[in-house]
């Protein structure tokens, strides 16, 4: 069995709606693209590495529908050897509609999102997950992710999709490595799936070191 490894971008309000361009998500959302200001040199590296092993690539309608229309045109720009990575291995799209799947080597997933999902973990050994806000909730909410890369953007929005909205449930992560801050205040944090659910506690408990004072 493979890895899914979900790579996601989110503001400090955790905000993961339309990061790349003004057109990506225009639908009453008035901040399309507010990553760009905030890349350097350091997140491009990061995002650059956690691509590294893709050998299948799991995306949402819209997400699919982007890349679609630029990465078979990028295989000779700055970004070529992502634009070859990309464009050579499976993608494997989530849509109850039925899209143009003329990018080589797509494949829409069946109506059991869930269990086609497992099938493609099953099938590959490193599954990469990019954008896909709607898909990421279903992978959330079952918890059909093994890692999450995370980059957190010195910005708030106060509105737009979030990464963890309606319907997560209650799930431990551990964080697999120090966090890294780039130049510009973004903050990159790899977690991966932990077992169980979150437990609780009493801060105030003897065992904790609490102090009374008179």
């Known amino acids: ?5 979900i790579e996601m971008f989110a503001t400090l309000d955790l905000v993961g709606q339309a990061p790349g361009g003004p057109d990506e998500d225009p639908e009453g959302f008035p901040f399309g ?23 299948a690539l799991l995306l949402g ?26 464009n ?7 849509s109850r509609g039925r899209p143009d799947l003329s990018w080589a ?7 059991d999102l869930a269990g086609a999902v497992r099938e493609v973990r099953d099938r590959h050994e490193h599954v990469t997950v990019v954008g896909s806000l709607d898909l990421v909730q279903t992978l ?12 957190v953007h010195p910005v708030v929005l106060g509105v737009g999709k979030k990464v963890f909205d309606g319907g997560a449930v209650p799930t431990n992560i551990t964080l697999l490595e120090p966090p890294v801050a780039s130049p510009k ?5 790899r977690y991966g799936l932990a077992e169980g659910t979150p437990a609780t506690g009493d ?12």
């Open 1 to 5: 069995m493979g890895l899914i490894h």
């Open 33 to 55: 693209g507010w990553q760009a200001p905030l890349i350097d040199e350091v997140a491009g590296a990061q995002i650059g590495a956690a691509y590294e092993g893709t050998d």
């Open 61 to 86: 309608r819209r997400t699919y529908d982007i890349f679609a229309a630029y990465w078979p045109h990028q295989e000779g720009g700055e970004d070529g050897w992502i634009a070859a990575l990309f």
């Open 88 to 94: 050579s291995v499976p993608k494997y799209v989530a």
């Open 105 to 111: 080597g797509s494949t829409q997933l069946g109506p």
């Open 140 to 151: 959330l909410r079952e918890k059909l992710f093994d890692r999450l890369d995370l980059w």
């Open 185 to 189: 205040g973004t903050v990159y944090l």
């Open 203 to 214: 801060m105030g408990a003897p065992d904790r070191g609490a102090r009374h004072d008179g």
